[in-house]
């Protein structure tokens, strides 16, 4: 009668039946690699989680429709410390995808969200969350692994307001954050249809509000 967690390494997209294959790797880590990881059965499985940053990243090479190769992308990236901890490799980086995300969210049943690096992505004025991919000029929200869809696909951004420059890391509750930094969890919610239960608010302190 006590409860485990099960914390899965690397991501949905990772995965060597579910993810963008062959840049994937030699396992799943999504949720079917609970069961054959552990022995557990489908039935033991409670909540969830998705763990997310407040932006997109990714390690290697492999399709990466939001990745930003500019100036935003550099400064994401030195906000956010996107380097390998063991290689130093700078990782790629760009603006949240939220169909990417939905794809997780169905793939996996999340009943929850963690949302970290909010502090991160505060800090730039305006940002911008891919909801649809603009393929051939055809518009979708919904997500594939196919390479050659991936490879043409060019984001739809919704622009929101940020620009919380004050220290958000002293926060213990939702309800205490900037109003535009609850517009953008309250987006990443509505959309994905899943609460947001975990925010990180302080990437240097490792600060978090639960809700």
């Known amino acids: 009668d006590k409860k485990v967690v099960v914390e899965g ?3 949905t997209l990772l995965d060597i039946d579910f993810g963008s294959y062959p840049y994937v790797t030699s396992s799943n880590p999504t949720i079917g690699g609970i069961l054959t990881g552990t022995g557990l059965s489908a039935s033991d499985i409670g909540n969830v989680y998705g763990v ?7 390690v290697g090479a492999g399709p990466y429709v939001t990745e930003l190769l500019d100036e935003t992308g550099d400064r994401i990236r030195e906000l956010g ?3 390998g901890t063991t290689t130093g490799r700078p990782r790629r980086c760009g603006w949240l995808d939220l169909v990417t995300l939905k794809y997780a969210k169905r793939l996996n049943g999340l009943t929850g969200l963690s949302v970290n690096h909010l502090d991160t992505i505060g800090k730039f004025d305006t940002i911008k969350v891919c909801t649809g991919y603009d393929v051939n000029g055809e ?16 984001p739809v951004y919704k ?3 940020g620009g919380w420059d004050e220290s958000i890391a002293d926060c213990k ?10 517009a953008y969890i309250n987006f990443i919610e509505e959309y994905i249809g899943v609460p947001v239960k975990f925010i990180g608010t302080g990437a240097e302190r490792e600060a978090m509000i639960v809700r």
């Open 9 to 11: 390494a690397q991501a």
């Open 52 to 58: 997310i940053k407040a932006y997109s990243s990714r």
């Open 81 to 83: 410390h996107e380097y």
């Open 139 to 154: 518009v979708t929200e919904d997500f594939t692994t196919n390479l050659n869809v991936l490879n043409n696909a060019k």
């Open 159 to 161: 622009e929101l307001k």
């Open 173 to 182: 509750t939702f309800d205490e954050l900037p109003e535009d930094a609850k």
